[in-house]
């Protein structure tokens, strides 16, 4: 009996409950509503929050979206409604607001600034529980990542008047963790000392005590194994893996960082299979074809792959071909990976809109200025990428994202660009020296002048031969032309009397322009206007003298370059070639400048980067004058190392006057991996060659057929306090007036 009666009661619950379900909810029309609970925030706002209008029906439905809508706002702590007689009560309970927001333990202002930015709660905000925790582990996770990996977080909350709470983020850094050692192990077929190059983390070393990257950061080891891999893909290893990737603690705050490798054998490109729509004509895609024939047996690289992608995309900026897409397969035929490429009619898409974020001290103008595609555009993804690498190179931001979204119809793209904002001020102080003399150096610079993407720099350098000052403003895009407007400001005073026998105060200003003219083609137009007042050496020669006096001078200025170098740092590969004139357009002494410079990169493997430059530069006087001492060309000490900077060529008496013509060759061959275990150092064996002839006034100091060269080890460090380089060299062919040197050091630069 006492089973069927509880068998009878379930029944009967069920019965209820699904009677309350196949009924229709209950409505009623709404007349008023009454607020109560509420200290800070105002009934109004409450009811604003709601969403809920006067004279509307409401049902149980609708009740349950006003609690959302309320709880959403993050205010309450708790809220209960009821809905009787057509009155709508809500009764909260308000969450504190945080008055005070403090980390106690930590003192450095950077740390300080990311906490603040990166964590959710804020000053004057609602405290929530739950996103304090998520909190700590933000803050635990930002310490780890500057090194601080043993830190603890506990937070305290002190309940004031009025409903208010001060927030207390309690951090115990304890002790940095050190990067003690990095080893790879496995099947690695690459020496450690060139794989600790291509990953982020660096091993503690004294003289790496300005970088961060020497102390512990879980999150950069995964980049460190991407890295890696993506290394190991681009030298020929296909099938490589990274198996595993670890911190090991070897002694209290000193970590092992361990990366377990997986080379497998070398791959090399085998055949390739280029396979076009039916009404495409091959004579577009020959370039193409030119690339793959020339990859055909060389050793495989996914850069190589991505490299006829990019060239796909190219040529999909024609009108013809305005959008393709390209799909790509790759098969493994024993040590080849034979490469097929099949190009498709791809949906057309535009750009319905672009929206920017992140940008709270930068003009939006700024950001959409330096866009190459614009809404209604068609898409095109090598153009908006193109466009993001702008922004980039404005150097403004921190960071710069995108993302793709969908928009109203399917054949319509919106682009979501997020920028991170970043402290654009420097001041920069600087010195070198070195067998040549000394130099100190002061800057001001402001890359982002009240948020309108207008650079600033002051700069003033003094050396023993004098003072040079400089203050020039840089519009990047100038009135949405994609064109820069360059102005600067300059003055010196340059006493060069010991060695070339002349004196020079100069003063004067400039406006340019640059941009690009076609691809990787950039064009810098600018004139110039000085006044100089050149004095000479009391025992110079009378021609020498004659040049005494003030001129004045307004130039028409251009360069045009061609750039494809692989990196504009320390390239591997690529050239680069430049052409540029000084025009006068009034001068009390009328001259042209020419100069060509053309620079040539290559390595024919990892250990070894070769490289070929060439400068060729004349000055020609159009009036029949002695070109002014002042303008004369000279050998800078890079171009010819193993002799005295400037002091080869001409000579009047016992000062080196510079020559009308100049040329220098320079062969380097650099050995990056010589010594493995000495990081930032790079030794380049070299063979200089290089002349300086040509004075107006006299034939008999022309000495234009000895030319001069040079051989040797440089030795290039970067260090904490700046490029430091060593030169050993030995003259093989020179002048007897000539100045040689046989080892020369620099520190920073100088001028």
């Given at each position: 009996?006492?089973?069927?009666?509880?068998?009878?009661?379930?029944?009967?619950?069920?019965?209820?409950?699904?009677?309350l379900?196949?009924?229709?909810?209950h409505?009623?029309?709404?007349k008023k509503i009454?607020?109560?609970?509420?200290q800070?925030?105002?009934?109004?706002?409450?009811?604003i929050?709601?969403?809920?209008k006067?004279n509307t029906?409401?049902?149980?439905?609708?009740?349950?979206?006003?609690?959302?809508k309320?709880?959403?706002?993050n205010?309450f702590k708790d809220v209960?409604?009821?809905?009787?007689?057509?009155?709508l009560?809500?009764?909260?309970?308000?969450?504190?607001?945080?008055?005070?927001?403090?980390?106690?333990?930590?003192?450095?202002?950077?740390?300080?600034?990311?906490?603040?930015?990166q964590?959710?709660?804020?000053?004057k905000?609602p405290?929530?529980?739950?996103?304090?925790?998520?909190?700590?582990?933000?803050?635990?996770n930002?310490?780890?990542?500057?090194?601080?990996?043993f830190?603890?977080?506990?937070?305290s909350?002190t309940?004031n008047?009025?409903?208010?709470?001060?927030?207390?983020?309690n951090?115990?850094?304890?002790?940095?963790?050190?990067?003690?050692?990095?080893?790879?192990?496995?099947?690695?077929?690459?020496?450690?000392?060139?794989?600790?190059?291509i990953?982020?983390?660096?091993?503690?070393?004294?003289?790496?005590?300005?970088s961060?990257r020497?102390?512990?950061d879980?999150?950069?080891?995964?980049?460190?194994?991407k890295?890696?891999l993506n290394?190991?893909k681009?030298k020929?290893?296909?099938?490589a893996?990274?198996?595993?990737?670890?911190?090991?603690?070897?002694d209290?705050?000193?970590f092992e960082?361990?990366?377990?490798?997986n080379?497998?054998?070398?791959?090399?490109?085998?055949n390739f299979?280029?396979?076009l729509?039916?009404?495409?004509?091959?004579?577009?895609?020959?370039?193409i074809v030119?690339?793959?024939?020339k990859?055909?047996?060389?050793?495989?690289?996914l850069?190589?792959?991505?490299?006829?992608l990019d060239?796909i995309?190219?040529?999909?900026?024609?009108?013809?071909?305005?959008?393709?897409n390209?799909?790509?397969?790759?098969?493994?035929?024993?040590?080849k990976?034979?490469l097929?490429?099949?190009?498709?009619?791809?949906?057309?898409?535009?750009?319905?809109?672009?929206n920017i974020f992140?940008?709270?001290?930068?003009?939006e103008?700024?950001?959409?200025?330096?866009?190459?595609?614009d809404?209604?555009?068609?898409?095109?993804k090598?153009?908006?990428n193109k466009?993001?690498?702008?922004?980039?190179?404005?150097?403004?931001?921190?960071?710069?994202?995108?993302?793709?979204?969908e928009?109203?119809?399917?054949n319509?793209?919106i682009?979501n660009?997020?920028?991170e904002e970043q402290?654009?001020?420097?001041i920069?102080?600087?010195?070198?020296?070195?067998?040549?003399?000394?130099t100190?150096?002061?800057?001001?610079?402001e890359n982002?002048y009240?948020?309108?993407?207008?650079?600033?720099?002051?700069?003033?350098?003094?050396?023993?031969t004098?003072?040079k000052?400089i203050?020039?403003?840089e519009?990047?895009?100038?009135?949405?032309?994609n064109?820069?407007?360059?102005?600067?400001?300059?003055?010196?005073?340059?006493d060069?009397?010991?060695?070339?026998?002349?004196?020079?105060?100069k003063?004067?200003f400039?406006?340019g322009t640059?941009?690009?003219?076609?691809d990787?083609?950039?064009?810098?137009p600018?004139i110039?206007?000085y006044?100089?007042?050149?004095?000479?050496?009391?025992i110079?020669?009378d021609?020498?003298?004659?040049q005494?006096?003030?001129y004045?001078?307004?130039n028409?200025n251009?360069?045009?370059t061609?750039?494809?170098?692989?990196?504009?740092?320390q390239?591997?590969?690529?050239?680069?070639?430049?052409?540029?004139?000084v025009?006068?357009?009034y001068?009390?002494?009328?001259?042209?400048?020419?100069?060509?410079?053309v620079?040539?990169?290559?390595?024919?493997?990892?250990n070894a980067?070769f490289?070929?430059k060439?400068?060729?530069?004349?000055?020609?006087?159009?009036?029949?004058?002695?070109v002014?001492?002042?303008?004369?060309?000279?050998i800078?000490?890079?171009r010819?190392?193993g002799f005295?900077?400037?002091r080869?060529?001409?000579?009047?008496?016992?000062?080196?006057?510079?020559?009308?013509?100049?040329?220098a060759?320079?062969f380097?061959?650099?050995?990056?991996?010589?010594?493995?275990d000495?990081?930032?150092?790079?030794?380049?064996?070299f063979?200089?060659?290089a002349?300086?002839?040509?004075?107006?006034y006299?034939?008999?100091?022309?000495d234009?057929?000895?030319i001069?060269s040079s051989?040797?080890?440089a030795i290039?460090?970067?260090?904490?306090?700046?490029?430091?380089?060593?030169?050993?060299?030995?003259?093989?062919?020179?002048a007897?007036?000539?100045?040689?040197?046989?080892?020369?050091?620099d520190?920073?630069?100088?001028?």
């Open positions: 009996m006492y089973k069927i009666t509880n068998i009878m009661k379930i029944i009967f619950k069920l019965l209820i409950i699904f009677i379900i196949a009924l229709p909810a409505s009623a029309i709404l009454e607020v109560n609970g509420n800070r925030v105002s009934s109004e706002t409450i009811k929050f709601s969403e809920v006067i029906d409401l049902d149980s439905n609708s009740l349950n979206e006003i609690l959302k309320l709880y959403s706002t205010f209960s409604i009821k809905f009787e007689n057509n009155i009560y809500i009764k909260v309970v308000e969450n504190p607001i945080i008055q005070v927001l403090k980390f106690e333990g930590v003192k450095n202002k950077r740390i300080l600034e990311v906490l603040i930015d964590i959710e709660m804020k000053e905000s405290f929530i529980e739950i996103k304090v925790k998520n909190d700590e582990r933000k803050i635990s930002i310490l780890r990542t500057n090194g601080y990996y830190s603890k977080v506990n937070t909350l309940k008047e009025n409903n208010t709470v001060d927030l207390i983020y951090i115990e850094l304890g002790e940095k963790a050190f990067i003690k050692k990095i080893s790879f192990i496995g099947d690695k077929k690459i020496k450690d000392s060139k794989l600790r190059k990953i982020i983390s660096e091993e503690a070393k004294f003289w790496k005590f300005v961060s020497k102390f512990l879980i999150g950069r080891i995964d980049l460190d194994t890295l890696l290394y190991y681009n020929g290893y296909f099938n893996s990274i198996e595993s990737s670890s911190a090991k603690i070897i209290d705050n000193q960082l361990i990366f377990n490798i080379a497998g054998k070398k791959y090399y490109f085998g299979d280029l396979d729509p039916a009404d495409y004509t091959k004579e577009s895609f020959e370039k030119e690339v793959q024939k990859l055909e047996g060389e050793t495989y690289s850069n190589k792959v991505k490299k006829i060239e995309d190219q040529i999909a900026l024609t009108k013809e071909y305005e959008f393709i390209a799909k790509y397969n790759e098969v493994v035929a024993g040590n990976i034979n097929s490429i099949k190009l498709e009619d791809s949906e057309k898409f535009y750009i319905e809109r672009i992140g940008n709270y001290a930068t003009s103008n700024v950001i959409r200025n330096s866009l190459i595609v809404e209604g555009d068609a898409y095109n090598i153009l908006v466009s993001i690498n702008q922004i980039k190179s404005r150097r403004i931001f921190k960071t710069v994202e995108k993302n793709i979204d928009g109203s119809t399917n319509y793209k682009i660009i997020t920028v402290p654009t001020g420097e920069s102080a600087g010195a070198g020296t070195g067998t040549s003399g000394s100190i150096s002061f800057g001001i610079r982002n009240l948020g309108s993407g207008v650079k600033l720099d002051t700069n003033v350098a003094l050396s023993d004098g003072v000052g203050i020039s403003i519009n990047p895009n100038y009135k949405n032309s064109k820069s407007l360059n102005r600067s400001i300059e003055a010196s005073d340059i060069r009397m010991d060695k070339f026998g002349y004196k020079t105060t003063t004067g400039s406006v640059s941009f690009e003219q076609y990787d083609i950039y064009f810098s600018s110039s206007t006044l100089e007042t050149l004095k000479t050496s009391s110079a020669s021609a020498k003298k004659k005494k006096g003030n004045f001078e307004s028409f251009y360069g045009l061609l750039n494809r170098l692989n990196q504009n740092f390239p591997s590969s690529g050239y680069k070639t430049t052409f540029a004139q025009l006068p357009i001068a009390d002494d009328m001259s042209v400048v020419n100069s060509f410079q620079s040539r990169y290559f390595s024919p493997n990892e980067i490289s070929l060439f400068l060729a530069q004349t000055v020609t006087s159009l009036g029949g004058d002695d002014r001492i002042s303008k004369r060309l000279y800078p000490s890079k010819l190392k005295e900077s400037g080869v060529g001409p000579k009047d008496g016992a000062d080196f006057i510079g020559g009308n013509y100049a040329t060759l320079n380097a061959t650099t050995l990056p991996g010589l010594l493995p000495l990081e930032n150092i790079d030794f380049s064996l063979i200089d060659t002349n300086v002839w040509g004075v107006d006299s034939d008999t100091l022309n234009g057929s000895k001069r051989t040797g080890l290039d460090w970067l260090t904490p306090i700046g490029p430091l380089t060593f030169s050993f060299a030995q003259a093989l062919t020179k007897d007036t000539d100045k040689t040197e046989t080892f020369r050091f520190i920073g630069t100088t001028f």
